[in-house]
């Protein structure tokens, strides 16, 4: 794994043939860019059960994984956190790199394979909404240097912004996309469940939403802040307490309001 | 203010001549629209100091209020929350028109006027991020039925999408736009707070929130949850519970993880 060859103009990797074992969200999206990659040779994606996933433009056949791996010099395990570790030591990869995908698991967690590595796309990943890896920033790690340059290559062959982060940094990369996207996205979820139980057209939010976002990404959120907690306005946070249907909802309104007051009272 | 004229192809208002009182966030942008609307008479915007207010492709001039009112048929109240009712007490407007555009006042709130009106745009507005009302979807309540005819006549040469909301009704929307805005907002700068904290790019999250909102928009936030608490992986959420610096913050994150767990036990 460091010879580098170029053939025909095109740019062969000493990491060639890769194979995917896991056929979620995180499996079917990484399928469609390794298919689509020039200079990679994709040896298949692997799950549970056969089966053909159809996307909007582009297909690709899920083949069942028995007791045996496929041929591949790279095999990354789109596979659920919990079953990474037990997945690894079942099989004997000999030569060929593995690597993991999760941004909660250390690299230590697939050590029983003799070279390991993460590739961590800090990106959210649906089956049926497939994207690119192009722009998204890929977080590597791995055991050793030539390992790490041969993932460099790999993720730029796939069109993917490389940086580097150790195991505790990704964690944290992990706790703040949790932050930013599970959290933001359930709250989008409880607004828009409001607005229907008041009889009103859920997507009224999509303007406030489009210019939140786009407004976070060009200020910043600190300087993006607004409403009534920023204010310090009481008076609305009141009324709004009194609308909130469960002592849940109060009290995650209250948390996130203290947060913001918490927030502005401390800096600037 | 009933009777419609067209002249030279232009639509008149009855409704036509508009002075903003307040020169905040609200007041700045509803001067960018009114300023450049056709076939209005704007008044200009008035505030406690004299000062040019200069955006990025435009300026205009705020003008001290005094004790008198400038001569309008409608004035735009684009003042916080709890001064509305001592500022609508304070002044005789006549037979004009007195609007207000707060989501979480009744319209009685100023009804020591004679003519009253509310016209509340659901979206966040910054001075420093002037943006015009087309597409903007508002929502208008009067006293009486010509009234609301009036403003709906001035949304839409505003270039506003139009609709009716009672003051309870508005109450809930101003909640869901908190819920979808200001929170998310302050989710996003506590993300881009760790990650800085940690040595990354708070940019790298950018993609992230790109794809996050498009797809709440597209297939709706209920069906686009992802992240440990959608899955019940209570090790990732322990995980990430050791990494947060304060109780204040552990407490934020399980409420909203219970709050997504609870989401999805009771549906689907």
Redesign the interface.
């Known amino acids: 794994m460091s010879a580098k060859i170029v053939h025909n103009g095109v740019f062969l990797l000493p990491v060639q043939r890769i194979a995917i074992i896991g056929s979620g969200?995180l499996g079917v999206n990484l399928a469609y860019s390794l298919e689509k990659a020039a200079g990679l040779d994709f040896a298949g994606i692997y799950g549970r059960k056969e089966r053909d996933f159809r996307g909007s433009d582009w297909q690709v056949r899920i083949q069942r994984l028995d007791t045996r791996l496929p041929q591949a010099d790279c095999y990354f395990l789109a596979l659920?956190?919990?079953s990474l570790a037990s997945f690894t030591a079942s099989f004997d990869f000999g030569d060929s790199l593995v690597v993991h995908h999760s941004g909660?698991k250390a690299l230590s967690e697939i050590e029983s394979a003799k070279h390991t590595a993460v590739f961590y796309p800090?990106?959210?990943?649906?089956a049926?909404?497939i994207?690119g890896l192009e722009?998204?920033?890929v977080f590597l790690e791995a055991t050793s240097a030539p390992t790490l340059r041969d993932l460099e290559n790999l993720a730029g062959a796939l069109g993917a912004k490389t940086?580097h982060?150790n195991s505790e940094?990704r964690?944290?990369?992990?706790?703040?996309?949790?932050?930013?996207?599970?959290?933001?996205?359930?709250?989008?979820?409880?607004?828009?469940n409001?607005?229907e139980?008041?009889?009103?057209?859920?997507?009224?939010?999509?303007?406030?939403?489009?210019?939140?976002?786009s407004?976070?990404?060009?200020?910043?959120?600190?300087d993006?802040?607004?409403?009534?907690?920023?204010?310090g306005?009481e008076?609305?946070i009141a009324?709004?307490l009194g609308?909130?249907d469960t002592p849940?909802?109060r009290?995650?309104?209250r948390?996130?309001s203290?947060?913001?007051i918490?927030?502005y009272s401390n800096k600037k």
């Open positions: 969200n659920p956190d919990d909660a800090l990106q959210t990943f649906s049926d909404r994207i722009d998204v920033p940086h982060a940094q964690l944290r990369l992990h706790l703040a996309a949790v932050l930013a996207n599970n959290f933001s996205n359930h709250l989008i979820y409880l607004a828009q409001i607005l139980g008041s009889g009103l057209a859920g997507d009224s939010l999509n303007p406030l939403l489009e210019e939140t976002f407004k976070a990404l060009k200020i910043g959120a600190f993006a802040q607004t409403g009534p907690a920023r204010r306005d008076n609305t009324r709004h609308l909130l849940a909802l009290t995650l309104y948390h996130l203290d947060s913001i918490e927030t």
